[in-house]
């Protein structure tokens, strides 16, 4: 992805873990593992706004 330039967009969401903890004990797990493996592979994050205004400075 990071050698392309291709863009991937996360859009993970919860709806019904009660507590903050508790995300990060289940639904977060995989979240975590997700970024550490990804910043391993030089792929960058970037929010929606950011990159809005680098394709705009790019065209």
């Given amino acids: 992805m990071a050698h392309n330039d291709w863009v991937w967009n996360l859009g993970s ?9 508790r995300f990060f004990e289940t639904k977060g797990k995989w979240l975590e593992d997700f970024i550490v493996r ?9 929010g929606p706004e950011d990159y809005y205004t680098e394709r705009q400075a790019a065209a």
């Fill in 13 to 21: 969401h919860d709806h019904d873990t009660a507590t903050k903890a």
């Fill in 38 to 46: 990804a910043r391993d592979l030089n792929i960058r994050f970037v």
